[in-house]
């Protein structure tokens, strides 16, 4: 079962940094200076840019911004379940 959890835990990792990419790409294409370098800090510091930005364009917000806040709380949660599994087990 843990390792099912940490599994999970993988994939939404890998899903926040892809749409950590494309929210950055596009706050790049609209014009905003962005440090890829700093790629964590930087979505967080655009984000509600991002939500206006293309709410304006396209008269809704676009699915990155969401699936970043989701795949953002299930990292969380699968780490928290990840660390209960492994705490309840007797040594």
């Not at 967080?44 to 364009?57: A, E, V």
């Amino acid at each position: 079962m843990t390792i099912y959890l940490f599994y999970g835990f993988i994939a939404a990792g890998v899903l926040n940094f892809v749409c950590s990419i494309l929210i950055l790409r596009a706050m790049a294409r609209a014009g905003i200076k962005v440090s890829f370098f700093e790629i964590r800090w930087q979505v967080h510091k655009h984000l509600k840019q991002y939500r206006k930005i293309s709410l304006d364009s396209t008269g809704k917000v676009a699915w990155p911004y969401y699936a970043y806040q989701s795949s953002l709380a299930g990292i969380i949660g699968f780490a928290i379940l990840t660390l209960v599994s492994l705490g309840g087990r007797p040594n």
